[in-house]
């Protein structure tokens, strides 16, 4: 079955750029039914949307982030990526990729298990 | 899109009804989702479109609602669902996504 898996640093500095990357297994990146986000979970806190990315290319961003953020696929790695610049320590949180599918259900149905990222210097 | 959720938390017993209340800002029909995260897992969808059971979720939980109010039912808490949930909306325009804060379901 379909698998999403984060990977990237877990420890940033502030002021530098946050780099992450969802592996998908078991399914293309390149359904039509689909598109693929980042969402994000500080310590004890909910759950805050990043942005989404069709296989296309096709993007879009929280507005509070969306100076700040990069979203980008890699259709023949079956990868997406997140990069997230500036980053302070407001930063600091769990980092989910999900599948977001747009056909019915409008939710996202399948996630990766996530990555602490934390910003310190 | 704003959702509000109600009540921000709420202890329970097992086998107690429990219903918990996502409000959206503006009309949103029924693009309405239901999550339950567990402390250190990736949230879990329950039911999308505000009343369609997610493959393989338990039939104790429940949607309903259109518009503005929508709520999570479930019929008879059992131990495995203490747990965070969250309602989330996907606006079409602008595109977005937008969660819910969260109602925290504990043991009474």
Redesign the interface.
């Known amino acids: 079955q379909l698998q999403l898996q984060e990977s990237g640093p877990g420890l940033v500095k502030p002021s530098e750029t946050l780099s992450l990357t969802c592996t998908v297994s078991g399914g293309s990146i390149s359904s039509s039914s689909y598109y693929w986000g980042w969402i994000r979970q500080p310590p004890g806190k909910g759950l805050e949307w990043i942005g989404s990315i069709y296989y296309s290319g096709s993007t879009y961003y929280n507005p509070s982030l969306k100076s700040r953020v990069t979203i980008s696929v890699d259709t023949s790695k079956n990868q997406f990526s997140l990069k997230l610049s500036s980053v302070t320590a407001a930063d600091t949180a769990v980092y989910y990729c999900a599948r977001l599918e747009q056909l019915d259900a409008d939710a996202f149905d399948i996630w990766g298990q996530g990555t602490m990222v934390t910003v310190s210097s | 899109i704003q959702l509000t959720q109600s009540p921000s938390s709420l202890s329970a017993s097992v086998g107690d009804r429990v219903t918990i209340t996502c409000r959206a800002s503006q009309g949103i029909s029924s ?1 309405l ?1 239901w ?1 339950q ?1 567990k402390p250190g ?5 329950l039911i ?2 505000a009343s ?1 059971l ?1 493959s393989g979720v338990p039939s104790r939980f429940s949607g309903s609602g259109s518009g503005t109010d929508f709520t999570l039912t479930i019929s008879s808490l059992q131990p495995e669902d203490f747990a965070t949930y ?1 309602c ?3 606006n079409s325009y ?9 109602t925290k379901v504990d043991i009474k």
């Open positions: 693009y989702a999550y995260q897992k990736a949230p879990k969808l999308y479109a369609t997610q969250y989330q909306q996907l602008p595109p977005g996504v937008t969660f819910g804060p969260g």
